[in-house]
C-alpha cells in the first residue's frame, strides 16, 4: 500500500486521525500508555504526534490489509513533499516513543532500532525518565510489578530449554523465579531466516523488548528477530 491522505490530528503517540474518519496506527512504535504510570509522558506523545501530522497530508506505507484489533490502518507514515519526513524515525529519534517491532518490516525496525540507540545514548526524552530504563533481568521484583508494561530488558542468557511448544531462554536458574523470554515453535524460522542461532545464544548478552507476563516469574513472548537484539561489549 501507498496512498496518501489528510491527516486532521493525533488522538494519541500513536494514533491518526484523518479526515475521512478512518485513523491510522504507526507501526513499529509504541507510546507511554496509562500502564506505564506516567501522565505526562502520555500527553507529550500525543502532542508530538499532533504538532507533526495535524493538517498535513502523509504518505501510508504498508499493506491494505493490515490493521489492528481495533480497525486501524497499520503503517509507516511520512509527510507529503517534505524530504526526511518517516514520522517514526523522529519521533523515536527524539525519545518520545520508543521501538516495538512489527511483521514484515525488518528493515525499518533496525533502522529505528538504530534511532532509539543513539536516543539513549543521548538520554532524549522517554530516556531521561527511569521508568522508562532498559531494565537489568536481575530485577525480578521490578519487573513483576511493571506486569502488564512494555519494557525493554537486557541481561545474559543462563541456558535454553524447551516447554510446551516455546523456546526458553533463561536469565537464572529457575525459570519458575527468573526472567524468561519465551518463542513459540512456529516463530523459530523467522530468527533463523534473521541468521539468529536461538540454541546458540547462551553466555551471550542480550536485550529483549515485548508486554511482561507472569510466568512463574517474569517474562515477554517475542516473535520478530528485531525484538530480540545481541548486546555488544560496549553495551550498543
Sequence with gaps: MFATAEATGARDGITIRLVDGREVRLAGVIAATDLDGDAD????AALALDQKIAGRWITLHGRAEDKDRYGRLLAQVGIEGEE???VQAALV???????????????CAQALLARERAARAARAGLWALSRFAV??????????AATGRYAIVEGT???IGESGGRLLLDFGTRYTEDFTVMIPRDARAAFAAAGIDLKALAG?????RGVLISWGGPAVEIRLP??????AKDGA
Design 41 to 44: 509522558a502520555v500527553r507529550r
Design 84 to 86: 526526511a519526513s518517516w
Design 93 to 107: 529519534a527524539a525519545g518520545v516513543l520508543r521501538v516495538a517491532p512489527a511483521p514484515g518490516a525488518p528493515a
Design 135 to 144: 531494565e537489568s533481568a536481575d530485577s525480578i521484583a521490578v519487573l513483576t
Design 157 to 159: 542468557v543462563r541456558r
Design 204 to 208: 551471550k548478552r542480550v536485550r529483549a
Design 226 to 231: 528485531a525484538a530480540l537484539e545481541l548486546v
